[in-house]
């Protein structure tokens, strides 16, 4: 199948965390397609309860049910692979668990009456994760006879990065709430599909300070966890500069020639040349420290050494089409 | 398209009115909220008041850009404040001064069982790991801790005006939710089961709950473990022994927040997310009666030289394309465009000169049209917001090119919400 080199090949589940803020449930979407290419089966999965991914591709709010959602990018050779969606919470995988393990068929609605359900999911230390995870390694292995496994890539639309190293280390997580028992055996399980190198973790964000320090410490918190696999750094919502580099400390520090910037808008026979070359160039002199103090930001990523990723900045909003050029952005560097 | 602007959000009047004691800051995650209450809490203190940020964000760039290293669980006094006679040059104004802290809700959540409890029980409680799950992790605990020490702050009655930065939550409703979750948790049916073998006899109610309540703990056993249903029956008697009324304190604060004097401001950037959040919050504190001052919407794209509009200023940067005698690349506006180097030769200089100028003045212009696209963008979504909610004063803070970095940051941010 592998027809192409990627970054990731053999990575079957992509978890994809950021700042809020950043664009993660967007680029865990554009992420989706991109993996869907080349007529391959993807699952987008969402664990938070917000219907991004239902905003994000333009559908009625999703249920707890794997629903195809789009197609992939087609190639010259070959149409593209399906995207499903699945949103799913902690109560409807515990009810699910309960099903699959004890036949517990009828009983989660009396649970739920009860609170057992609330409770299970809200307080028992680590129970909502290892289910939120659980699924998403349930996914990865799943076999479906004819095409031997079910999805060939998972994504997951997972918590934010202040969240994520605490999200993934399930073992430990429940380490206090089972030492021995089928919980224990279900986290162990779900914590082998984690620690694979089937599995890797993608940061994504801007080129802020606050969220770029978010990126550096999840991705020294999951390295020293251990057995937890950084993916690639995504640096969202990025735009070009317009000034060669020798002239943007020029343009930040108010030095750029004026005059020039007035003849130039002459020649190009706009009137008021004058205030309005002043005007545009508080514009360039702010872009200018904006790129500035991006480039830093740049380089502090860059420590990390781990891959990198540029996507564009969309203009005029969101949209499929704009979700549709981040996945080729993605296939072009080898993200997908 | 039009349409009349909204009312403009006053809110030097807002922290001018002595009667204003807690602004409550809220708002998705990434839109600036922990930025604009302490640019809130800075411009109050600068007008006089005495003031105390509250915020939920360990932000260390933050801290320091307000001359602290770090913050932690206690109010820290801001260096650096210019107070009363200072800020507004007369030399009558009354001394302000503005103290932040920021939230450690297992710390609160501690300091609440160590003062509720004795030392054995306190002991016992914070070593119990579904407390220490509760009290760490619980996906309430934190607005639920911060409502408490919101109450604390209210009480200890130190402070003239506390502005709050609520929880980063994954939805901005989250806040109103939380607190009355836990509450509701914590004084549950099902707790009051788990603990009733804990008690001698057991009530009426409950001998009629038995069969049911056998069925319950016979799966819990089969799922946890027994070991996992003696350490929840301990930690619910200690914590039911210790206080009864989680709930009262919910609504307690509760309460705090509908008094007269507490004032919300929604936070949000012109984004299409950020006003979907903020919209559903501006309903949502109307259904509870909540006061909404109104929203901030941060980080608002300027245009200086707006009077140029996007599409002449693209058509300009195309004439000076064609102009140059390298070959002008199409599609000039997806990124930048570098004319080839002039030829050496005779007239070079003039060349050079003007080589030069036509770039810079391309690169200003395309970077123009961008702005002005950007800035008609945010204009079209905060237009949406302001037609559903035309009741809702806002008021704009501009986007600024650098991280706030030190008080002036924050000041200069707090000068966008001076009258104009």
Known sequence: MATRDTDWDGVRLHVVTGKGGTGKTTVAGALSLALAADGRRVLLMEVEGRQGIAQLFDVPPLPYAERRIAVGPGTSSRPGGDVFALVADPESALIEYLQMFYGLRHAGSALARLGVMDFATTIAPGLRDVLLTGKAAEAVRRKDGARGRSYDAVVMDAPPTGRIGRFLNVSAEVSD??????IRGHADTVQQVIRSPETVVHFVTVLEEMPVQETLDGIAELRALGGIRPGGIIVNMTRPMALPPGQLHEAANGKLDLAQLAIGLKAAGLDDSQGLADALATELAEQARTTLGQEEQQQRLESARQ?????????????????????????????? | MTGRSPARLDVDRLIDDRRTRIIVCCGSGGVGKTTIAAAIGLRAAEHGRRVVVLTVDPARRLAQSMGLSSLDNTPRLVPGVQVGDQADGTGTGPAGSLHAMMLDMKRTFDEIVEGHADPDRAAQILANPFYQSLSSSFAGTQEYM????????????EWDLIVVDTPPSRSALDFLDAPQRLARFLDGKLLRLLIAPAKVGGRAYLRALNAGFGVVTGMLTKILGTQVLRDVQTFVSALDTMF?????RADYTYQLLRAPGTAFLVVAAPEEDALREASYFVERLDTERMPLAGLILNRVQQVPAAQLSAARSLAAAEVLQAAAPGRPRPGHHDGPSHPAPPHRGRGQLGADHQAASRQLTIAALQLHAERMAQAAAERRVAGSFAA??????????PAQPEDVHDLEGLRRIGE???AR
């Open chain 2, 416 to 418: 966008s919400f001076a």
């Open chain 1, 307 to 336: 891959p990198c990723y540029r996507l564009p900045w969309i203009s005029g909003g969101m949209d499929l089409a704009g979700l549709y050029r981040l996945a080729a952005a993605l296939r072009e560097q080898k993200a997908a």
């Open chain 2, 388 to 397: 559903a909610h035309p009741l809702v004063p806002v008021a704009e803070v």
């Open chain 2, 146 to 157: 911060a409502m408490e020490k919101l109450g604390q702050l209210r009480r200890a009655d």
């Open chain 1, 177 to 182: 709430l089972a030492r021995v028992g089928p």
């Open chain 2, 244 to 248: 009864g009324g989680f709930r009262e």
